[in-house]
């Protein structure tokens, strides 16, 4: 039994077709279906049901994939013991990052980051929350930049910094007057909101008094774009919520129709989470040290309370 074929079996696992498989592991077709039979021969066991399309595991398949993923990563952490013990800071580094992060804040560190430590590969990703949850589960993302806190005993946390929200109030709208707004002046009957499946969307909502039942409006629209959520409240269709950097490139025009909230500010907490057994953290060190000093500089000039981590 080698490493080497408890990766094949993965990758058919994940896949459920021998040719993907082999695609995945940048090898033949052949050269892998025969390296997984040499493994099923020597256990004595079918890992993988070949008559399902597609392909399905067998009962015992399934504990057999289980152990496999914890050989697997234990065999990967090996390396990254010894580059810790080297203070070598290299290699692929896989992560994932929200929607209504992403647009904003990898501009703002990924040159520097890429400058300082150039042995670093990153493989980045926009995903969701949930999805980002269950590849770090999975080992196929080393870390994540979300909006936290998550409540999994499974993931650490570390705090990068505090998001104010920012109220985007066009003309003629009962707030627009209002030179500040406390979150009791906010109805979710007049605010456009992001799609299910993001978490800024159940922030605003639970800044808001109530929640109804929009049956019976004319008018109901939930869009997967901030930009559009602008766009549409400028068309007089609503006021919506903005993350603080996303109002920090926005037009001069645009900017009249931006709205602070009275103290206490509501906010996000914005952090890079990992696997609790996670060992690339002189990585995870560097992210986190590169993306606070970013936005602190970024913010210096701004009369806006947004990094505050040693506050955790």
Do not use: W
Not at 194 to 217: A, M, Q
């Amino acid at each position: 039994m080698t490493i080497t074929q408890l990766n094949y079996v993965l990758a058919v696992a994940e896949h459920q077709n021998f040719t993907k498989a082999a695609e995945k592991c940048f090898v033949t077709q052949p050269t892998l279906s025969m390296q997984i039979q040499k493994l099923e021969e020597q256990l004595k066991v079918q890992i993988f049901d070949r008559s399902k399309k597609p392909i399905e595991l067998t009962d015992i398949g399934k504990k057999i994939v289980t152990q496999a993923k914890n050989i697997v990563d234990e065999a990967n952490r090996i390396q990254d013991i010894v580059d810790q013990q080297k203070g070598f800071i290299g290699g692929e580094f896989r992560i994932g990052i929200i929607p209504t992060i992403m647009p904003t804040l990898l501009p703002m560190f990924l040159k520097t980051f890429i400058k300082r430590y150039p042995k670093v590969k990153l493989k980045i990703e926009e995903l969701a929350t949930e999805e980002i949850i269950q590849r770090i589960t999975d080992g196929h993302l080393d870390a994540a930049i979300v909006a936290t806190p998550l409540g999994n005993e499974d993931i650490k946390e570390r705090v990068l910094y505090y998001e104010p929200f920012v109220a985007y109030v066009p003309k003629h709208h009962r707030l627009h007057d209002k030179k500040t707004i406390d979150v009791d002046d906010l109805e979710i009957e007049d605010m456009l909101l992001l799609e299910d499946g993001h978490c800024f969307r159940e922030g605003v909502i639970n800044l808001c008094k109530t929640f109804k039942n929009h049956e019976d409006d004319n008018f109901q629209l939930e869009s997967g774009s901030i930009e559009m959520l602008v766009k549409l409240s400028n068309e007089g269709m609503g006021m919506t919520m903005l993350p603080y950097l996303h109002t920090m490139d926005i037009g001069e025009k645009e900017k009249l129709n931006l709205h602070h909230f009275n103290e206490p500010s509501p906010a996000r907490e914005v952090s890079i989470i990992y696997h609790k057994n996670e060992l690339k953290m002189q990585i995870i060190d560097a992210l986190q040290n590169v993306i606070s000093g970013i936005i602190r500089g970024a913010i210096a000039f701004q009369n806006v309370e947004i990094i505050s981590p040693k506050a955790q």
